[in-house]
């Protein structure tokens, strides 16, 4: 294999920051996909924040700035309800699922309780993350977000010891490593934005050792060499836990348990150079999936690995629809439970595309292999 680059990786870059930027509402936020009847109308935490921490890397200032306003105002707006989960937690009797945050919310910020699988923690430990790394990297005040930026510190020192559903919207009854890698990246990113008081930073940083204590010590699978696991107990690997790696970076590239990750999702999880979620997905016939396979190239690249990154990057570009569209997930022969696609195509129709969250990893991924600033015409952002 070679080192170089697609010559489509260009025009699909140029396409995939149109797709989000005009996509993006006038609220700030970031539909998943407009074309999808399951995710018309919704922006999801963590979808977003991982869209506009690519937006900000390739120097869309005012693109993930506009989304984080709108993460604010979506917490603001719930001070209440925040607070009450805190005092609720501090005394033992913590609230049912059906009474925390959702992570999913129309344009206008509000929620809808229609049943769908909502409490999921990831998305507030990003949006803090993806905040926070956007300052650091553009030199901008942290300030106008620093109300919410606490209350959700807050949030997630209280409850993040709790099961929730992962970030495939499964799973309710266990504790995700992802979901905790995320709120880790989360908390250790605000102890050093300056905007905590000593309390709260000193309670971000325990919760953090905790984290990383209880990945540790019950968060890895017993192999040699050892890799982080789907959740805590088991014993199988995720496509999501390479973004602990990069772009998160909770987990040190060059340790042990990074390298076992990467090679427990290139030998369990990769064929034909695209990376599935799981080994028993069946969400439509269980595919392999775009925005993974550039966070295993982010991870890759930070372990020194251009070539795999690379590999990645135009593996991710191929699957690009005729007019540069990505979808969430392509089949290609390849779907680990072919019976049960049709199911899901007839509940919802065609799978996802373009589906923001997989342009975005395209221009993360791209960015840190230098290939942003040729496509756009424009001097490497810093990432």
């Given at each position: 294999m070679t080192n170089a680059l697609s010559p489509d990786v260009g025009s699909v870059i140029r396409h995939s920051r149109s797709v989000i930027l005009e996509a993006q509402q006038p609220s700030g936020a970031y539909p998943a996909c407009e074309s999808f009847f399951a995710y018309r109308g919704f922006c999801w935490f963590r979808d977003g924040s991982f869209s506009a921490d690519a937006m900000s890397a390739i120097g869309e200032v005012e693109s993930a700035e506009a989304f984080f306003d709108w993460c604010a105002r979506v917490v603001l707006d719930r001070r209440s309800r925040i607070e009450a989960i805190v005092a609720a937690a501090r005394v033992g009797d913590p609230l049912p699922d059906s009474q925390m945050l959702p992570t999913r919310f129309r344009f206008d910020g509000s929620s809808v309780e229609d049943g769908w699988e909502n409490f999921q923690l990831d998305g507030y430990g990003t949006w803090v993350w993806a905040a926070t790394a956007h300052a650091r990297r553009h030199h901008r005040s942290i300030d106008r977000w620093a109300g919410a930026l606490r209350l959700t510190v807050d949030y997630l020192v209280s409850s993040w010891r709790r099961p929730c559903f992962d970030w495939w919207e499964e799973h309710t009854e266990a504790v995700h490593v992802s979901t905790?890698?995320?709120v880790q990246a989360g908390l250790a990113s605000a102890a050093l934005s300056g905007v905590l008081d000593e309390v709260r930073r000193k309670s971000a940083q325990t919760v953090v050792r905790s984290i990383e204590d209880l990945i540790a010590?019950?968060?890895?699978?017993p192999e040699e060499p050892a890799h982080l696991t789907k959740w805590i107990g088991s014993t199988v690997v995720d496509g999501s836990l390479?973004?602990?790696i990069a772009p998160l970076g909770v987990v040190r590239p060059g340790s042990e348990v990074a390298r076992g990750t990467v090679?427990?999702?290139?030998?369990?999880l990769m064929a034909e150079g695209g990376v599935y979620r799981f080994r028993a997905d069946t969400f439509f016939g269980g595919g392999r999936w775009p925005l993974l396979t550039c966070f295993l190239g982010l991870a890759r690249l930070a372990?020194?690995?251009q070539k795999g990154a690379v590999e990645t990057l135009?593996?991710?570009v191929r699957q690009a629809k005729e007019n540069g569209d990505v979808p969430?997930?392509?089949?290609?022969?390849?779907?680990l439970a072919p019976d049960r696609r049709d199911a899901w195509v007839d509940r919802w129709g065609d799978v996802a595309c373009p589906l923001l969250w997989s342009h975005a990893m395209i221009l993360r991924l791209g960015q840190e292999l230098d290939a942003v600033g040729p496509a756009l015409g424009i001097e490497r952002g810093l990432s």
């Open positions: 905790l890698g995320c010590a019950q968060g890895l699978a390479s973004a602990l090679a427990a999702i290139e030998s369990c372990q020194g690995d135009n593996w991710a969430e997930q392509v089949d290609g022969g390849l779907l």
